[in-house]
């Protein structure tokens, strides 16, 4: 067995890695994510399979709201223009797409079930800022992400994201042009996340475009409690805006940073891995998704009901059989510190079928694994040093070892361990990682 790491030495290491150089955030750096664009570019099948999910987009906007039809979730998505949608609306002229512009989704919005009552309102959407305190959150290279709470006065039926709107709900611009919401039933903010993309950009990259539509597509049929609710999808002339619940201030990264915390107590740390696991059950077992991103910035704390929640659903992909997969932009996603051995040996250069054949639903364990260890140790489980070399870390990933700190429980170690299991033939299902005894207890 590799020699304890003291939690020191771990507590430097952390330390190290969450200052490197990545994306910045509210003050802080974060571990980015990377599609390897740069490599599919050089394999031409796959290029080719992101063109064609392009050259397909109006098909694909209408089957973006489409349920799944893998089963698992009794959710349907309406994409019937609901009262104050304003879709024959000129006042919603934002929201809906100018005929100089071409529609990324389609001029109208797509709904997912459980949106929240009054963010049906075009005209509020258009007006965002009027009607909303807005904030930025992140800054990253393809997308922005703002935080929204309605202004007081104009607090709209249950802004805490459960529970589809009910007729009697829903709001409407009143006929003399302003705003009219339905009172409030509950205290609780109105209060939503956007995620927001450059629709201009979208439009030159069919590749991104296709893969925006498909974190609409996957999210917007998601429904548990351990997984962001997806709201809505709209768009303007200059962006395209995938709405969601706000998830709470806190991703497990910045709530240890907010605790001045290096690693989560274990009951703590256990508690968010067991909901993760949740999460992960939803998804492959309910909708034959891998997610592909899992890690400490991705799955956020709920501060209402304490729970976690996973988010980000940009990196996910719908396994199964050719055709499926030829309908989806496949790149290599995710961060590489959290990425397992299969992906790791192909992060720099692989071919369509090396890739097809590394992406199963075992990425998400390893990387639940990998997530463990983050939150109970305070680093990714082989970033043993900053300014340790990618080949360095690549090669620990294939091929060491980790090291656990003392003080763990055998069990959590034991989770660990099975998790990190280098040979994803071997590495167990999220359902047998449920099964785990560390969960016993
Ligand atoms: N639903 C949400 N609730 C609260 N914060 C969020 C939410 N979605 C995103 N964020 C914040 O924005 C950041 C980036 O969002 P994310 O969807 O992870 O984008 P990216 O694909 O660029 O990583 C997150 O790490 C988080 O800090
Ligand atoms: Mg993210």
């Given at each position: ?34 599609a390897c664009a740069a490599s599919i570019a050089t394999t031409g099948e796959a290029a080719a399979a992101a063109a064609a999910a392009a050259a397909a987009s109006p098909a694909l906007a209408e089957e973006a ?32 797409t100018?005929?100089?512009v071409p529609s990324i989704f389609s ?34 290279d393809l997308s ?53 993309f450059d629709k201009a950009k979208l439009l030159r990259r069919p590749d991104l475009q296709a893969k925006v539509k498909l974190e609409w597509e996957i ?14 999808a709209?768009e303007?002339d200059r962006h395209v805006?995938l ?71 940009g990196s996910a992909l ?7 997969m030829a309908r989806q932009p496949l790149k290599l996603e ?18 369509r079928?090396?890739l ?86």
């Amino acid at each position: 067995m590799a020699p304890p790491l003291p939690l020191v030495a771990a507590a430097a290491a952390v330390a190290a890695r969450r200052a490197s150089p990545a994306c910045f955030l509210l003050g802080r750096f974060k571990n980015p994510s990377v599609a390897c664009a740069a490599s599919i570019a050089t394999t031409g099948e796959a290029a080719a399979a992101a063109a064609a999910a392009a050259a397909a987009s109006p098909a694909l906007a209408e089957e973006a709201i489409a349920p799944s039809s893998r089963g698992g979730s009794s959710s349907s998505v309406s994409s019937a223009s609901p009262p104050g949608s304003g879709r024959s609306s000129s006042s919603a002229s934002s929201s809906s797409t100018s005929s100089s512009v071409p529609s990324i989704f389609s001029a109208r919005a797509k709904y997912a079930p459980h949106c929240v009552p009054w963010l049906r309102n075009s005209k509020l959407r258009a007006n965002l800022e009027k009607y909303c305190d807005v904030r930025d959150v992140y800054e990253g290279d393809l997308s922005t992400v703002k935080v929204a709470t309605l202004r007081a006065g104009l607090s709209g039926a249950d802004g805490g994201g459960s529970g589809a709107a009910s007729p009697a709900q829903q709001s409407s611009p009143s006929p003399g042009g302003g705003l009219s919401l339905s009172p409030s039933p509950s205290s609780s903010p109105a209060r939503v996340v956007v995620k927001s993309f450059d629709k201009a950009k979208l439009l030159r990259r069919p590749d991104l475009q296709a893969k925006v539509k498909l974190e609409w597509e996957i999210h917007s049929a998601l429904d548990h409690e351990n997984v962001v609710r997806a709201f809505l999808a709209s768009e303007s002339d200059r962006h395209v805006g995938l709405f969601m619940e706000f998830a709470g201030d806190s991703d497990a990264y910045s709530y240890m940073a907010a605790k001045k915390r290096l690693a989560l107590r274990e009951d703590d740390a256990r508690a968010l891995v067991w909901d993760v696991l949740q999460a992960l059950e939803h998804l492959h077992h309910g909708h034959g998704v891998v997610h592909r991103d899992i890690k400490s910035e991705n799955v956020f704390r709920c501060a209402a009901s304490g729970c976690w929640k996973l988010g980000d659903f940009g990196s996910a992909l719908r396994l199964g059989d050719a055709r499926t997969m030829a309908r989806q932009p496949l790149k290599l996603e995710g961060t590489f510190s959290f990425a397992p051995p299969e992906y790791v040996a192909i992060w720099d250069r692989f071919t369509r079928a090396e890739l097809l054949d590394a992406t199963s639903f075992r990425l998400d364990t390893w990387s639940l694994g990998a997530l463990a260890y983050d939150v109970l140790c305070g680093r990714a489980p082989f970033a043993l040093r900053d300014d340790m070399p990618r080949a360095e870390e690549a090669e620990a990933i294939l091929r060491a070892a980790p090291a656990f700190p003392s003080g763990l429980s055998y069990a959590a170690v034991g989770f660990m361990k099975q998790a990190l299991e280098k040979d994803p033939q071997k590495r167990p299902t999220v359902r047998q990682l449920a099964a785990h005894p560390w969960f016993a207890g």
